[in-house]
């Protein structure tokens, strides 16, 4: 795996950890307040960094080795996690809000990291074993992590549904017209929402 994409997941399991505990244990004025700046923040260092040279350069020394080269023009996956956060916070429960970030985050992360180190059976850009590792961890959650964390027992149909929603999400996320960051919480926290 490229320096630049360990950086990233590396940054995206911080956040992956971060951000839910923030939304489940912190008053929710505060975790709205706090993502609306954060939000407001990454907005403007985004424009500073696309449309300022000089900007772009200072940014560059620091924070480049978490861009890819795609990103170079357009926004970054940490502000897409924000914004998303911001969103899941004010629009679904906490519970909800926490495990749609989490399951998303890391369900990304591990499918890429399996996917680059074990992938065998490609599926245009992604792997079966990426889906696979997403799968599995995503369940994992569901029935070890979130039960402790949230004093909530999950069926099995619902641990089944919500994990095969963000692998699939993550696997054809390459057709989504925004950021993978963004949809995917929100579709699976919509789902969880309207049927459970």
């Known amino acids: 795996m490229k320096t630049c994409e360990k950086n990233r997941k590396l940054l995206h399991i ?18 709205v307040l706090g993502l609306s700046i954060a939000s407001i923040l990454y907005s403007v260092i985004e424009l500073l960094r696309i449309n300022c040279f000089s900007f772009q350069k200072i940014f560059n020394k620091f924070c480049g080795i978490f861009l890819r080269q795609e990103e170079k023009e357009k926004l970054t996956g940490s502000s897409w996690i924000i914004f998303s956060a ?7 429960q906490k519970e909800i809000a926490a495990l749609v970030m989490t399951l998303s985050i890391w369900g990304d992360a591990i ?7 074990l992938g065998r059976i ?6 079966l074993e990426g889906s696979v590792a997403c799968f599995t961890l995503c369940v994992l959650l569901l029935v070890f992590i979130f039960p402790a964390l949230l004093k909530i027992e999950f069926s099995w149909l619902f641990i089944v549904i919500i ?8 696997f054809i996320s ?14 699976t926290g919509i789902i969880i929402t309207l049927f459970f």
Do not use: M, R, W, Y
Not at 86 to 92: E, K, N, R, T
Not at 165 to 170: F, G, R
Not at 174 to 187: G, M, R, T, Y
């Open 14 to 31: 911080v956040s992956g950890i971060t951000i839910p505990l923030a939304i489940v244990f912190l008053p929710h004025l505060v975790v």
């Open 86 to 92: 911001l969103f899941c916070a004010l629009f679904f």
């Open 111 to 117: 499918a890429a990291i399996a996917g680059q180190k």
């Open 122 to 127: 490609k599926i245009g850009k992604k792997t």
């Open 163 to 170: 994990a095969l929603t963000v692998t699939i999400l993550e």
């Open 174 to 187: 390459d057709f989504f017209p925004l950021d993978d960051n963004l949809v995917i919480p929100i579709i």
